[in-house]
């Protein structure tokens, strides 16, 4: 009877995220571990398709650039990067395409669906819902002022909304990959966070959820933080506190809550159940960040 009353409590607890956040939007950037271990890809589609029965709507981009780098070695190509960012000629775009419009975004479609959901895999490219740019050259390596051609590696320059109003009214959960166009055609790769913040704003969502690796985001001494303002967090930017990997999360977060977005998270993808731990309970796990 107590673990019966226990799980009545877990319910009475959601209850006021749950009238909250009925009917708003939630996009969550997919990636990391989660993305690759059993268990945890089946708890975040069991996650993801509870937040759309309850009355959410969620709406998915994903990642896969372990997964884009063993199709290139399996095609006998090595991986280029310059900080972090995949060097993108045309036969690695060729490749990027394939495996996150097609591999990958089948396979979480199909994993979603698989759990009771109805979702639907799109690229930036279907519907004209990522308008992109190329992004500007990065600095070499060795820190010279020689700027380094990355490319077909995009930028978000515009996100039209309009298919996904559509999807989620008739209760599809949109899938996308982050892959845009510009209006000549030409075909950009571009980073899942930076895509993750841009549709956020562009749909005025509630939530931006950025899983990671990570508990969060860290203080200079090592320390989670359960928050995090703007002006903190470019404080730890500029001291190199933020860097790596977290860099273009919290940019992306940063953008999204800037761009209309109530509250962004960083949050721990390792962990079972990651999304409704941070949506639907009083401590939430994570850092969250707000305007």
Known sequence: MDKLIAKAKVLIEALPYLRAFSGKTVVIKYGGKAMTEKALKDAFAQDVVLMKYIGLNPVVVHGGGPQINVMMKRLGREPTFVKGVRVTDAATMEIVEMVLGGIINKEIVTLINRHGGRAVGLTGKDGGL????????????????????????????????????????????????????????????????WVAGAVAASLKAEKLLL?????????????????????????????????????????????????????????????????????????????????
Do not use: C, W
Request: glycine share 12%; no cysteine.
């Open 130 to 193: 990522i308008r992109a740019r190329k992004m500007k050259g990065a600095e070499g390596s060795s820190g010279g002022d020689e700027p380094i051609d990355m490319g077909l590696v995009g930028e978000v320059e515009a996100v039209d909304p309009e298919l996904i109003r559509n999807l989620e009214q008739d209760r599809f959960i949109p899938v996308i990959a982050p892959i845009g166009a510009d209006p000549e055609g030409r075909t950009y790769n571009i980073n899942a966070d």
């Open 211 to 291: 899983l990671t690796d990570v508990k969060g985001i860290m203080d200079e001494h090592g320390k989670l933080l359960p928050t995090l303002s703007r002006k903190d967090a470019a404080r730890l930017i500029k001291q190199d506190v933020i860097k790596e990997g977290m860099l273009p999360k919290v940019k992306a977060a940063l953008a999204a809550v800037e761009g209309g977005v109530t509250k962004a998270h960083v949050i721990d993808g390792r962990m079972p159940h990651a999304l409704l731990l941070e949506i639907f309970t009083d401590k939430g796990i994570g850092t969250e960040i707000t305007a």
